[in-house]
């Protein structure tokens, strides 16, 4: 992973595997993302909840790794939670009408209780 990385941790709590993301979700680091997002897909896990609190930013190529991950999921009865969105990420969730299509949550504990 490279100095600016895009994943700050992935635990596991409550049956979730919660990645907790920090800085830019670009085009850049949306192929660090995905990697992460395809491996995780690849367990028995029952909920990937991604903790964005520390986003700052995300373009169409986070939305569209993002997207996937939903659709793989789904696939696979795996649930696909996001929460903490700063205001400019719940924006571009907003005007894609992204929000419409993921579970979105204010914290990280009002995700884990759903």
Do not use: P, W
């Amino acid at each position: 992973m490279s100095s600016n990385q895009i994943i700050k941790s992935i635990t596991n709590e409550n049956h979730h595997d919660i990645i907790e993301l920090s800085g830019e979700i670009d085009m850049v680091h949306s192929v660090e993302l995905r990697s992460v997002l395809l491996e995780t897909l690849e367990t028995d896990t029952q909920a990937i909840l991604l903790e964005m609190s520390k986003v700052s930013f995300i373009d169409s190529s986070g939305l569209a790794t993002l997207v996937e991950g939903l659709q793989i999921g789904r696939k696979k009865n795996i649930l696909f939670k996001l929460c903490g969105l700063q205001a400019r990420v719940s924006n571009a969730f907003e005007v894609s009408k992204l929000d419409t299509l993921f579970s979105i949550y204010s914290t990280k504990q009002e995700a884990l209780e759903q």
